[in-house]
């Protein structure tokens, strides 16, 4: 999926010579805190709602100083590289152009997560597995061998520095199966350590809190 394909197109551009008032208008309609500004075609950074009370002076939204000037991807870039740029740029809008660098939309974050949860395994029943490994040591074919020799399937796969290990790198794995006791003796025996485990089906109701407080969070 590509940053094309997650644009919102019930977001528009505002013009430097539109008037405060718009923002103001816009935002409460479109339920966002931030606004994409366009002119021909060209983007030119992001409108945040501080701004607009912290600058009572101005009257137009050319007399602001835009931020996110940089919050911006090619049309052609994956879903990651949107997400990315959001938590580089602290912004929740990610502006998306054209290979000629002409404005097309904006992405929000709250589009990509759910577009990620509807076509993701996420919604598959299943065990999560976090893996610990040593960089020089990291193959996935091994891993995924030693799974699949216990009759389960590897749904998605997610890799990322360890957070208090620079030699080590966690492995986050979906599989198909709810019963891992098998796969982790097998993984365990094979100097493989297993940082976490979860089970999707198996959720408590602490847990399915936190979740739903998550996804309210990132609704705007």
Request: proline share 4%; net charge negative.
């Amino acid at each position: 999926m590509t940053a094309k394909d997650l644009i919102n197109y019930m977001i528009p551009p505002l013009k430097p010579e539109d008037p405060i008032e718009k923002a103001h208008e816009w935002m409460d309609e479109f339920k966002t805190a931030e606004l994409p500004v366009a002119q021909e075609g060209k983007f030119l950074g992001l409108i945040v709602e501080d701004m607009i009370y912290d600058l009572m002076d101005a009257k137009t939204i050319g007399d602001l100083p835009l931020k996110g000037v940089n919050c911006f991807v090619k049309h052609d870039k994956h879903y990651y590289d949107v997400l990315s740029t959001s938590y580089k740029q602290g912004f929740r809008l990610v502006a998306v152009i054209d290979r000629e660098d002409r404005y097309l939309g904006v992405v929000s974050i709250q589009d990509v997560v759910e577009a990620f949860a509807q076509t993701s395994s996420l919604n598959s029943p299943g065990a999560i597995l976090v893996l610990s490994i040593k960089k020089y040591d990291y193959s996935l074919s091994n891993i995924a061998r030693m799974i699949e020799m216990n009759d389960a399937k590897i749904l998605s796969t997610h890799i990322t520095p360890h957070l208090d290990k620079d030699s080590r790198v966690l492995l986050t794995l979906k599989l198909d199966t709810e019963d891992i006791s098998q796969i982790k003796t097998v993984l365990e025996n094979n100097n493989v350590h297993i940082e976490a485990t979860f089970n999707a089906s198996a959720l408590s109701y602490d847990e399915k809190e936190r979740l739903d407080l998550l996804m309210k969070y990132l609704k705007p």
